[in-house]
């Protein structure tokens, strides 16, 4: 199977987070999570933490593709916030419950990050909008998988700028561009030729068994 991707995304509240909100295009973090979920989803393993902004966006790419989003995906959440819960994590199959630490938010978070890291092996992490909580993610991301490559699309704003400010070379494009379905096709080296697979069991291991060979792509 593929290795996972990992989503760090958020949509900053502008009265716990002002100087993220004031950078950050919300309707630029919707289009950003749908356009991910689209090119990954039955090609990818994604992988997050549960957000109550970002959880509904990734239903509802998920429900309108043809695959098990149970399989493909996991959704991580701590038991710190066991009373609010979004309802749409219901709809995941594979959600993964951590300990709530001493009723700390700090330590509940590090431990749900600790296990999210440690669980998976990622190709990627793809970084959106957000908060304080998308560098925490990004800091601890690269000490338990500093192989894989960091995709912050700038463009979105929020503490991604953050994120990109501590990264030595970014691609031009990151800012620029906002078709965000091309954007992570180049980003995630994923062709538009790929075919999605309705369980990560039936995806051939090799690429190129994966693509379709009609003369029309896919994407």
Not at 26 to 34: L, Y
Not at 94 to 107: E, I, Q, R, S, Y
Not at 194 to 212: D, F, I, M, S, V
Request: glycine letters at 6%; hydrophobic letters at 40%; aromatic letters at 10%.
């Amino acid at each position: 199977m593929s290795k996972a991707i990992f989503l760090s995304a958020g949509v900053p509240d502008p009265k716990r987070g002002p100087e993220f909100a004031a950078t950050a295009d919300t309707v630029a973090i919707n289009a950003a999570v749908s356009a991910l979920v689209h090119v990954a989803l039955g090609r990818r393993p994604l992988v997050w933490g549960g957000h109550p902004a970002i959880t509904p966006m990734i239903w509802e790419v998920s429900k309108n593709i043809d695959i098990d989003y149970g399989k493909w995906v996991t959704l991580y959440q701590s038991c710190f916030f066991e009373d609010a819960y979004p309802d749409d994590n219901e709809q995941f199959k594979n959600t993964v419950f951590t300990k709530n630490v001493g009723d700390d938010l700090g330590a509940s978070l590090l431990e749900m990050r600790r296990r999210m890291f440690s669980e998976h092996e990622f190709e990627t992490a793809v970084f959106i909008g957000g908060m304080g909580g998308i560098i925490a993610e990004f800091e601890l991301f690269k000490q338990y998988q500093p192989e894989a490559s960091v995709v912050p699309v700038v463009s979105t704003g929020g503490a991604t700028l953050n994120v990109a400010d501590q990264m030595s070379d970014i691609s031009e494009d990151l800012s620029l561009d906002l078709d965000y379905v091309a954007l992570f096709h180049r980003h995630l080296n994923i062709s538009t030729r790929e075919n999605r697979y309705t369980q990560p069991e039936g995806q051939p291991e090799k690429l190129e068994e994966r693509l379709w060979h009609d003369s029309e792509a896919k994407s």
